[in-house]
Protein backbone atom coordinates (compact mmCIF):
# COMPACT_ATOMS: atom_id res chain seq x y z
CA UNK A 1 0.00 0.00 0.00
CA UNK A 2 1.14 3.10 -1.24
CA UNK A 3 2.71 5.64 1.83
CA UNK A 4 0.97 9.24 1.81
CA UNK A 5 3.93 11.99 2.11
CA UNK A 6 3.05 12.11 5.96
CA UNK A 7 3.66 8.99 7.00
CA UNK A 8 7.01 8.36 5.19
CA UNK A 9 8.14 11.54 6.38
CA UNK A 10 7.30 10.36 10.23
CA UNK A 11 9.08 6.99 9.03
CA UNK A 12 11.94 9.08 7.93
CA UNK A 13 12.47 11.15 11.13
CA UNK A 14 11.91 7.54 12.76
CA UNK A 15 14.75 5.64 11.13
CA UNK A 16 17.04 8.98 11.78
CA UNK A 17 16.05 9.14 15.84
CA UNK A 18 14.32 12.30 15.44
CA UNK A 19 11.46 11.51 17.14
CA UNK A 20 11.28 13.99 19.98
CA UNK A 21 9.88 17.43 18.05
CA UNK A 22 10.35 21.15 19.86
CA UNK A 23 7.39 23.88 18.16
CA UNK A 24 4.88 25.80 18.41
CA UNK A 25 2.22 24.45 16.09
CA UNK A 26 0.10 26.68 13.72
CA UNK A 27 -3.13 25.78 10.98
CA UNK A 28 -0.08 25.77 8.14
CA UNK A 29 1.75 22.66 10.26
CA UNK A 30 -1.90 20.56 11.03
CA UNK A 31 -1.37 18.63 8.04
CA UNK A 32 1.77 17.34 8.98
CA UNK A 33 0.76 17.04 12.96
CA UNK A 34 -2.55 15.00 12.84
CA UNK A 35 -2.38 11.36 13.85
CA UNK A 36 0.66 12.26 15.36
CA UNK A 37 2.70 9.15 16.12
CA UNK A 38 2.70 7.55 19.64
CA UNK A 39 6.12 7.04 19.44
CA UNK A 40 7.32 10.73 19.05
CA UNK A 41 7.50 13.00 21.51
CA UNK A 42 5.83 16.96 20.88
CA UNK A 43 7.68 19.26 22.97
CA UNK A 44 5.07 22.36 22.73
CA UNK A 45 6.89 25.91 23.76
CA UNK A 46 4.55 28.65 23.97
CA UNK A 47 6.38 30.86 21.49
CA UNK A 48 8.47 30.00 18.62
CA UNK A 49 12.08 31.73 20.12
CA UNK A 50 12.50 29.12 23.14
CA UNK A 51 11.08 26.61 20.92
CA UNK A 52 14.56 26.93 18.88
CA UNK A 53 16.49 27.47 21.97
CA UNK A 54 15.53 24.74 23.59
CA UNK A 55 16.07 22.08 20.45
CA UNK A 56 19.54 23.67 20.96
CA UNK A 57 20.30 22.68 24.15
CA UNK A 58 18.80 19.19 23.71
CA UNK A 59 21.11 18.70 20.55
CA UNK A 60 24.16 20.18 22.21
CA UNK A 61 23.21 18.02 25.37
CA UNK A 62 22.70 14.64 22.98
CA UNK A 63 24.92 15.22 20.58
CA UNK A 64 21.98 14.32 18.05
CA UNK A 65 20.10 16.48 15.78
CA UNK A 66 16.99 17.79 17.09
CA UNK A 67 13.95 18.41 14.80
CA UNK A 68 11.67 21.68 14.77
CA UNK A 69 8.48 22.56 14.14
CA UNK A 70 7.51 26.39 13.93
CA UNK A 71 4.78 28.27 11.99
CA UNK A 72 4.94 29.26 8.17
CA UNK A 73 7.12 33.15 8.10
CA UNK A 74 5.31 34.61 11.60
CA UNK A 75 6.44 31.55 13.86
CA UNK A 76 10.10 32.02 11.33
CA UNK A 77 9.96 35.54 12.34
CA UNK A 78 9.78 35.52 16.31
CA UNK A 79 12.68 32.62 15.97
CA UNK A 80 15.09 33.89 14.13
CA UNK A 81 16.85 35.26 17.22
CA UNK A 82 17.30 31.46 18.08
CA UNK A 83 18.33 30.17 14.59
CA UNK A 84 21.54 32.37 15.07
CA UNK A 85 22.17 31.06 17.92
CA UNK A 86 22.22 27.87 16.71
CA UNK A 87 24.04 29.01 13.96
CA UNK A 88 27.29 29.76 15.82
CA UNK A 89 26.96 27.34 18.80
CA UNK A 90 26.75 24.75 15.89
CA UNK A 91 23.98 23.06 17.18
CA UNK A 92 21.93 20.39 14.39
CA UNK A 93 18.36 21.67 14.06
CA UNK A 94 16.08 20.31 11.32
CA UNK A 95 13.57 23.40 11.19
CA UNK A 96 10.66 23.51 9.55
CA UNK A 97 7.72 25.71 9.62
CA UNK A 98 4.42 24.87 7.33
CA UNK A 99 3.54 26.61 3.79
CA UNK A 100 0.25 27.72 2.01
CA UNK A 101 -0.82 25.01 -0.12
CA UNK A 102 0.50 24.63 -3.48
CA UNK A 103 -2.87 25.22 -5.50
CA UNK A 104 -2.51 28.50 -3.79
CA UNK A 105 0.86 29.66 -3.68
CA UNK A 106 0.47 32.00 -7.04
CA UNK A 107 -1.77 33.99 -5.12
CA UNK A 108 0.08 34.60 -2.09
CA UNK A 109 -3.01 34.18 0.52
CA UNK A 110 -2.83 34.53 4.14
CA UNK A 111 -0.19 32.96 6.13
CA UNK A 112 2.09 32.51 2.68
CA UNK A 113 5.57 32.21 3.20
CA UNK A 114 6.42 34.27 0.30
CA UNK A 115 10.34 33.43 0.60
CA UNK A 116 11.23 30.26 1.95
CA UNK A 117 14.49 29.98 0.87
CA UNK A 118 15.73 33.37 2.38
CA UNK A 119 13.80 33.63 5.67
CA UNK A 120 16.34 32.07 7.59
CA UNK A 121 18.69 33.08 5.68
CA UNK A 122 22.09 33.65 6.38
CA UNK A 123 21.53 31.24 9.60
CA UNK A 124 21.25 28.05 8.01
CA UNK A 125 23.13 25.72 6.00
CA UNK A 126 20.89 24.52 3.60
CA UNK A 127 17.09 26.20 3.09
CA UNK A 128 14.65 24.31 0.74
CA UNK A 129 10.88 24.13 -0.32
CA UNK A 130 10.84 20.37 -2.17
CA UNK A 131 9.83 20.46 -5.72
CA UNK A 132 7.23 17.86 -5.62
CA UNK A 133 5.02 16.67 -2.20
CA UNK A 134 6.88 13.44 -2.91
CA UNK A 135 10.29 14.89 -2.20
CA UNK A 136 9.60 15.49 1.22
CA UNK A 137 11.33 12.63 2.74
CA UNK A 138 14.16 12.86 0.52
CA UNK A 139 14.63 16.30 1.84
CA UNK A 140 14.08 15.51 5.31
CA UNK A 141 16.99 12.87 4.94
CA UNK A 142 19.44 15.64 3.01
CA UNK A 143 18.29 17.91 5.57
CA UNK A 144 19.68 15.44 8.25
CA UNK A 145 22.45 15.26 6.27
CA UNK A 146 23.31 18.64 6.12
CA UNK A 147 22.70 20.03 9.67
CA UNK A 148 25.21 16.74 10.83
CA UNK A 149 28.55 17.61 8.54
CA UNK A 150 30.91 19.14 9.99
CA UNK A 151 30.77 22.27 10.90
CA UNK A 152 27.03 21.26 12.31
CA UNK A 153 24.44 24.02 12.47
CA UNK A 154 20.56 24.01 11.79
CA UNK A 155 19.18 23.57 8.28
CA UNK A 156 15.35 24.77 7.18
CA UNK A 157 12.38 23.11 5.31
CA UNK A 158 9.21 24.57 3.67
CA UNK A 159 6.29 22.31 3.54
CA UNK A 160 3.56 23.32 1.96
CA UNK A 161 0.52 21.73 3.78
CA UNK A 162 -1.45 20.47 1.27
CA UNK A 163 2.03 17.87 0.60
CA UNK A 164 1.15 15.86 3.81
CA UNK A 165 -2.30 13.65 2.04
CA UNK A 166 -0.08 13.16 -1.52
CA UNK A 167 0.87 9.59 -2.13
CA UNK A 168 4.72 9.09 -1.87
CA UNK A 169 5.21 6.08 -4.01
CA UNK A 170 8.66 5.74 -3.47
CA UNK A 171 10.54 5.83 0.00
CA UNK A 172 13.59 7.17 -0.14
CA UNK A 173 17.31 5.19 1.14
CA UNK A 174 18.45 6.14 4.76
CA UNK A 175 21.98 6.71 5.03
CA UNK A 176 24.53 7.08 7.19
CA UNK A 177 26.55 10.44 7.08
CA UNK A 178 30.07 10.75 8.71
CA UNK A 179 29.84 13.78 10.94
CA UNK A 180 33.41 14.88 11.19
CA UNK A 181 36.36 15.84 9.73
CA UNK A 182 39.89 13.68 9.86
CA UNK A 183 42.84 15.16 11.32
CA UNK A 184 45.59 13.87 8.62
CA UNK A 185 49.07 14.02 9.93
CA UNK A 186 50.82 15.21 7.34
CA UNK A 187 49.15 18.58 7.54
CA UNK A 188 49.67 18.64 11.30
CA UNK A 189 52.98 17.91 11.20
CA UNK A 190 54.48 21.28 10.74
CA UNK A 191 52.24 22.56 13.64
CA UNK A 192 53.51 19.94 15.81
CA UNK A 193 57.12 21.13 15.03
CA UNK A 194 56.56 24.38 15.40
CA UNK A 195 55.15 23.63 19.01
CA UNK A 196 57.93 21.21 19.67
CA UNK A 197 60.37 24.03 18.81
CA UNK A 198 58.27 27.01 20.49
CA UNK A 199 59.96 29.25 23.22
CA UNK A 200 56.64 30.10 25.23
CA UNK A 201 54.21 28.16 22.90
CA UNK A 202 50.47 29.14 24.34
CA UNK A 203 46.98 27.21 23.29
CA UNK A 204 43.67 28.55 22.83
CA UNK A 205 40.70 26.58 22.84
CA UNK A 206 36.81 26.46 21.55
CA UNK A 207 34.19 25.03 21.93
CA UNK A 208 34.36 23.14 18.79
CA UNK A 209 37.17 20.73 20.52
CA UNK A 210 34.28 19.70 23.10
CA UNK A 211 31.24 19.24 20.50
CA UNK A 212 33.86 16.54 18.83
CA UNK A 213 34.75 14.87 21.50
CA UNK A 214 38.60 16.71 22.25
CA UNK A 215 38.30 17.02 26.31
CA UNK A 216 40.54 14.96 27.14
CA UNK A 217 43.11 14.99 23.91
CA UNK A 218 43.30 18.66 24.72
CA UNK A 219 44.45 17.92 28.39
CA UNK A 220 46.80 15.43 27.11
CA UNK A 221 48.55 17.69 24.45
CA UNK A 222 48.52 20.81 26.98
CA UNK A 223 50.46 18.44 29.67
CA UNK A 224 52.84 17.45 26.66
CA UNK A 225 53.50 21.33 26.25
CA UNK A 226 53.53 22.50 29.79
CA UNK A 227 51.87 25.63 28.01
CA UNK A 228 49.46 28.45 29.11
CA UNK A 229 45.87 27.70 27.92
CA UNK A 230 43.60 30.10 27.26
CA UNK A 231 39.52 29.98 26.18
CA UNK A 232 38.92 31.70 22.61
CA UNK A 233 36.39 35.07 23.31
CA UNK A 234 32.49 34.65 22.59
CA UNK A 235 32.70 30.91 23.07
CA UNK A 236 29.56 29.40 23.87
CA UNK A 237 30.51 26.53 25.55
CA UNK A 238 34.57 25.65 27.32
CA UNK A 239 36.64 23.62 25.35
CA UNK A 240 39.07 22.52 28.14
CA UNK A 241 38.76 22.33 31.81
CA UNK A 242 38.39 25.76 33.93
CA UNK A 243 39.69 24.23 37.02
CA UNK A 244 43.40 22.96 35.03
CA UNK A 245 46.40 24.48 36.45
CA UNK A 246 47.56 25.31 32.88
CA UNK A 247 44.34 27.19 32.21
CA UNK A 248 45.08 31.03 32.42
CA UNK A 249 40.92 32.26 31.99
CA UNK A 250 39.27 33.79 28.65
CA UNK A 251 40.72 35.99 26.39
CA UNK A 252 39.06 39.46 26.16
CA UNK A 253 37.11 39.84 22.69
CA UNK A 254 39.05 43.74 21.81
CA UNK A 255 42.27 43.29 19.03
CA UNK A 256 44.39 45.35 21.64
CA UNK A 257 43.74 43.90 24.46
CA UNK A 258 43.80 40.18 23.16
CA UNK A 259 47.21 40.64 21.89
CA UNK A 260 48.26 42.14 25.14
CA UNK A 261 47.74 39.23 27.11
CA UNK A 262 49.13 36.95 24.30
CA UNK A 263 52.89 38.78 24.53
CA UNK A 264 55.87 37.08 25.08
CA UNK A 265 54.50 34.02 23.45
CA UNK A 266 56.06 32.78 20.20
CA UNK A 267 53.75 29.92 18.59
CA UNK A 268 49.94 30.62 19.07
CA UNK A 269 47.69 27.50 18.57
CA UNK A 270 44.00 27.93 18.32
CA UNK A 271 41.75 25.12 18.07
CA UNK A 272 38.11 25.07 17.39
CA UNK A 273 37.12 28.60 17.71
CA UNK A 274 37.60 31.36 15.44
CA UNK A 275 40.26 33.89 15.10
CA UNK A 276 39.11 35.54 17.02
CA UNK A 277 35.29 36.58 17.71
CA UNK A 278 35.95 40.69 18.19
CA UNK A 279 34.01 42.94 20.11
CA UNK A 280 33.96 45.65 20.89
CA UNK A 281 36.82 47.33 18.97
CA UNK A 282 39.63 48.39 20.42
CA UNK A 283 42.55 48.89 18.00
CA UNK A 284 45.87 47.16 18.06
CA UNK A 285 47.76 44.50 16.39
CA UNK A 286 45.83 40.65 15.98
CA UNK A 287 49.13 39.11 17.38
CA UNK A 288 52.17 39.63 18.90
CA UNK A 289 54.76 40.67 16.47
CA UNK A 290 57.46 37.79 15.92
CA UNK A 291 54.82 35.56 17.18
CA UNK A 292 53.10 33.04 14.49
CA UNK A 293 49.74 31.67 14.81
CA UNK A 294 48.16 28.56 13.72
CA UNK A 295 44.89 27.87 13.03
CA UNK A 296 42.91 24.27 13.79
CA UNK A 297 39.20 24.69 12.41
CA UNK A 298 36.51 22.15 10.84
CA UNK A 299 34.48 25.20 9.28
CA UNK A 300 36.27 26.41 5.77
CA UNK A 301 34.72 29.87 6.58
CA UNK A 302 36.44 30.48 10.03
CA UNK A 303 39.76 29.67 7.76
CA UNK A 304 39.02 32.19 5.52
CA UNK A 305 38.29 35.03 7.24
CA UNK A 306 41.19 34.48 9.73
CA UNK A 307 42.84 37.82 9.67
CA UNK A 308 46.70 36.17 10.63
CA UNK A 309 47.74 32.84 10.81
CA UNK A 310 47.89 29.38 8.99
CA UNK A 311 44.74 27.72 9.01
CA UNK A 312 44.35 23.65 8.81
CA UNK A 313 40.81 22.15 7.97
CA UNK A 314 40.60 19.21 10.51
CA UNK A 315 38.24 17.77 13.22
CA UNK A 316 39.03 20.00 15.97
CA UNK A 317 38.93 17.18 19.03
CA UNK A 318 41.05 14.57 16.93
CA UNK A 319 43.72 16.96 16.13
CA UNK A 320 44.04 17.22 19.74
CA UNK A 321 44.98 13.77 19.39
CA UNK A 322 47.07 14.04 16.88
CA UNK A 323 49.48 16.58 18.06
CA UNK A 324 49.38 15.00 21.86
CA UNK A 325 51.00 12.25 19.79
CA UNK A 326 53.35 14.26 17.37
CA UNK A 327 55.11 16.96 20.00
CA UNK A 328 57.91 16.11 21.98
CA UNK A 329 57.14 16.53 25.65
CA UNK A 330 58.58 19.81 26.89
CA UNK A 331 60.81 19.89 29.78
CA UNK A 332 59.96 23.67 30.39
CA UNK A 333 58.52 24.68 34.21
CA UNK A 334 54.67 24.34 34.11
CA UNK A 335 53.26 27.72 34.24
CA UNK A 336 52.12 28.89 36.99
CA UNK A 337 48.53 28.94 38.20
CA UNK A 338 46.13 31.19 38.48
CA UNK A 339 45.98 32.34 41.86
CA UNK A 340 42.96 30.91 43.91
CA UNK A 341 39.65 33.28 44.42
CA UNK A 342 39.49 34.60 47.59
CA UNK A 343 36.08 34.14 49.79
CA UNK A 344 33.73 37.47 48.64
CA UNK A 345 33.66 40.02 51.19
CA UNK A 346 29.93 39.46 52.81
CA UNK A 347 28.00 43.25 52.46
CA UNK A 348 25.01 44.33 53.25
CA UNK A 349 24.21 43.96 49.24
CA UNK A 350 24.46 40.70 47.17
CA UNK A 351 27.35 40.99 44.46
CA UNK A 352 27.19 38.66 41.86
CA UNK A 353 30.55 37.32 42.98
CA UNK A 354 28.88 36.42 46.29
CA UNK A 355 26.22 34.56 44.33
CA UNK A 356 28.18 32.29 42.33
CA UNK A 357 30.29 31.67 45.19
CA UNK A 358 27.45 30.02 47.16
CA UNK A 359 26.08 28.51 44.30
CA UNK A 360 30.11 26.47 44.02
CA UNK A 361 29.50 26.00 47.58
CA UNK A 362 26.51 24.01 47.28
CA UNK A 363 25.89 22.27 43.47
CA UNK A 364 26.63 18.95 42.65
CA UNK A 365 29.52 18.45 41.21
CA UNK A 366 28.61 16.71 38.27
CA UNK A 367 25.97 19.98 37.66
CA UNK A 368 25.66 21.11 34.46
CA UNK A 369 25.24 25.45 34.12
CA UNK A 370 23.14 27.25 31.49
CA UNK A 371 23.50 30.74 31.55
CA UNK A 372 22.30 34.01 29.80
CA UNK A 373 24.09 36.71 32.74
CA UNK A 374 25.66 39.10 30.08
CA UNK A 375 26.94 41.38 32.82
CA UNK A 376 28.10 39.24 34.99
CA UNK A 377 29.34 36.33 33.15
CA UNK A 378 33.32 37.22 33.89
CA UNK A 379 32.05 36.60 37.93
CA UNK A 380 30.47 33.61 36.91
CA UNK A 381 33.28 31.99 34.59
CA UNK A 382 36.00 32.53 37.58
CA UNK A 383 33.41 31.97 40.37
CA UNK A 384 31.54 28.35 38.59
CA UNK A 385 34.50 27.02 36.39
CA UNK A 386 33.98 23.95 34.52
CA UNK A 387 35.47 21.11 35.02
CA UNK A 388 33.79 18.40 32.83
CA UNK A 389 32.99 17.89 29.12
CA UNK A 390 29.79 18.38 28.00
CA UNK A 391 28.77 20.81 31.14
CA UNK A 392 28.31 24.25 30.48
CA UNK A 393 25.96 25.84 28.22
CA UNK A 394 25.93 29.31 26.69
CA UNK A 395 24.86 31.32 23.77
CA UNK A 396 27.38 32.57 21.59
CA UNK A 397 25.37 34.92 19.01
CA UNK A 398 24.39 37.60 21.30
CA UNK A 399 21.12 37.63 20.49
CA UNK A 400 19.14 37.29 24.32
CA UNK A 401 16.73 35.01 24.55
CA UNK A 402 18.31 31.82 24.88
CA UNK A 403 18.92 30.98 28.37
CA UNK A 404 15.90 29.90 29.94
CA UNK A 405 14.54 27.86 27.26
CA UNK A 406 17.89 26.44 26.49
CA UNK A 407 18.09 25.12 30.07
CA UNK A 408 14.73 23.34 29.60
CA UNK A 409 15.98 21.54 26.44
CA UNK A 410 19.20 20.36 28.27
CA UNK A 411 17.32 19.06 31.07
CA UNK A 412 15.01 16.74 28.87
CA UNK A 413 18.15 15.61 27.71
CA UNK A 414 19.87 14.46 30.81
CA UNK A 415 16.28 12.81 31.24
CA UNK A 416 16.42 10.85 28.29
CA UNK A 417 20.21 10.19 28.62
CA UNK A 418 19.59 8.78 32.41
CA UNK A 419 22.09 11.14 33.62
CA UNK A 420 20.29 13.32 34.75
CA UNK A 421 22.42 15.92 35.78
CA UNK A 422 21.44 18.59 38.37
CA UNK A 423 20.44 21.54 35.66
CA UNK A 424 21.17 24.87 36.52
CA UNK A 425 20.20 28.23 34.89
CA UNK A 426 21.53 31.32 35.55
CA UNK A 427 19.98 34.01 33.45
CA UNK A 428 19.65 38.02 34.20
CA UNK A 429 16.32 39.45 34.52
CA UNK A 430 16.56 41.37 31.13
CA UNK A 431 17.20 38.23 29.21
CA UNK A 432 15.02 36.47 30.88
CA UNK A 433 12.16 38.62 29.89
CA UNK A 434 12.43 37.32 26.82
CA UNK A 435 11.75 34.14 27.00
CA UNK A 436 9.82 33.80 30.35
CA UNK A 437 7.21 31.55 29.12
CA UNK A 438 9.81 28.86 28.76
CA UNK A 439 9.03 28.22 32.02
CA UNK A 440 6.31 26.63 31.46
CA UNK A 441 7.49 24.02 29.70
CA UNK A 442 9.80 23.01 32.57
CA UNK A 443 6.55 22.68 34.71
CA UNK A 444 4.60 20.77 32.47
CA UNK A 445 7.16 18.12 31.85
CA UNK A 446 8.34 18.40 35.81
CA UNK A 447 11.83 18.76 34.69
CA UNK A 448 14.35 19.45 38.18
CA UNK A 449 15.97 22.95 37.11
CA UNK A 450 16.99 25.59 39.54
CA UNK A 451 16.32 28.75 37.61
CA UNK A 452 18.15 31.82 38.96
CA UNK A 453 17.61 34.96 38.13
CA UNK A 454 20.15 37.90 39.12
CA UNK A 455 18.16 41.16 39.12
CA UNK A 456 19.91 44.10 38.95
CA UNK A 457 16.97 46.00 37.52
CA UNK A 458 18.62 47.11 34.23
CA UNK A 459 19.95 45.72 30.86
CA UNK A 460 23.75 46.16 32.74
CA UNK A 461 25.58 44.97 29.92
CA UNK A 462 24.40 47.84 27.14
CA UNK A 463 25.21 49.75 30.77
CA UNK A 464 28.84 48.65 29.87
CA UNK A 465 28.98 49.23 26.66
CA UNK A 466 27.76 52.58 26.89
CA UNK A 467 30.58 53.21 29.12
CA UNK A 468 33.02 51.75 26.71
CA UNK A 469 31.78 53.49 23.57
CA UNK A 470 31.22 56.83 25.49
CA UNK A 471 27.41 56.97 25.00
CA UNK A 472 25.58 58.47 27.77
CA UNK A 473 21.98 59.23 28.18
CA UNK A 474 21.18 56.02 26.28
CA UNK A 475 17.24 55.81 26.83
CA UNK A 476 15.47 52.26 27.80
CA UNK A 477 18.30 50.51 29.92
CA UNK A 478 16.68 50.53 33.36
CA UNK A 479 14.06 47.85 34.54
CA UNK A 480 11.65 48.65 37.36
CA UNK A 481 8.87 47.07 38.78
CA UNK A 482 9.83 43.32 38.04
CA UNK A 483 8.31 40.72 39.76
CA UNK A 484 9.85 37.56 39.07
CA UNK A 485 8.27 35.11 41.67
CA UNK A 486 4.83 36.55 40.51
CA UNK A 487 5.69 35.38 36.63
CA UNK A 488 7.27 31.96 37.47
CA UNK A 489 4.07 31.51 39.85
CA UNK A 490 1.79 32.36 37.27
CA UNK A 491 3.45 29.82 35.17
CA UNK A 492 3.15 27.00 37.78
CA UNK A 493 6.69 27.53 39.50
CA UNK A 494 7.66 27.77 43.14
CA UNK A 495 9.90 30.36 43.88
CA UNK A 496 11.11 32.60 46.01
CA UNK A 497 13.11 36.09 46.03
CA UNK A 498 16.38 36.74 47.93
CA UNK A 499 17.77 40.57 49.00
CA UNK A 500 19.34 39.47 52.29
CA UNK A 501 22.52 38.36 51.91
CA UNK A 502 21.79 36.14 55.29
CA UNK A 503 19.26 33.93 53.36
CA UNK A 504 21.18 33.45 50.34
CA UNK A 505 22.19 30.29 51.09
CA UNK A 506 19.65 28.77 52.71
CA UNK A 507 17.26 29.72 49.68
CA UNK A 508 19.68 28.25 47.04
CA UNK A 509 19.74 25.40 48.89
CA UNK A 510 16.53 24.58 48.91
CA UNK A 511 16.01 25.39 45.25
CA UNK A 512 19.13 22.87 44.47
CA UNK A 513 17.11 20.09 46.60
CA UNK A 514 14.08 20.02 44.37
CA UNK A 515 13.09 17.59 41.91
CA UNK A 516 10.73 20.00 40.22
CA UNK A 517 11.49 23.27 38.45
CA UNK A 518 12.19 25.97 40.96
CA UNK A 519 13.23 29.80 40.61
CA UNK A 520 15.20 32.11 42.56
CA UNK A 521 15.17 35.46 42.08
CA UNK A 522 18.23 37.19 43.78
CA UNK A 523 18.39 41.13 44.20
CA UNK A 524 22.00 41.63 43.44
CA UNK A 525 24.18 45.00 43.35
CA UNK A 526 23.60 46.89 40.36
CA UNK A 527 26.84 48.19 39.96
CA UNK A 528 27.94 48.30 36.42
CA UNK A 529 31.01 46.60 35.67
CA UNK A 530 33.84 47.44 33.03
CA UNK A 531 33.55 45.94 29.66
CA UNK A 532 37.12 44.63 29.31
Given at each position: MTKTVQEAFFDMARHLGLTTVFGNPGSTEE???KHFPADFHYVLALQEAPAVAMADGYAQATGRPAL????TAAGMGNALGNIESAWYNRAPLIITAGQQTREMLLLEPYLTN?????????YVKWSYEPARPEDVPGALMRAYAMAVQAPAGPVFLSLPMDDADKPCPRIPAVRSIGRHLGADTKFLQPVAQALTSARSPVLVLGGAVDQSGGWDDAVRLAARLRCPVWAAPGEGRPGFPETHPQFMGSLPGAIGPLCERLEGHDVILVIGAPVFRYYPYVAGEYIPQGARLFHITDDPSEAARAPVGDSVLADPGRACAVLADLV?????PAPVPRPALPEPAAGERITAERLYYEIEQIRPADSVIVQE????LKQLRQRLPTHRSNSFFSMSGGVLGYG???AVGVALAEREKGTNRKVIAIVGDGAANYVIQALWTAVQHKLPVLFVVPANRAYNILKAFANQLDTPGVPGLDLPGLDFVSLAKGYGLHATHVSDPAALSGALLEGMSEDQPWLVEVEIDPTVPSLL
Open positions: TFLVNLHTQPHAIAQPRESLRSMSTLPA
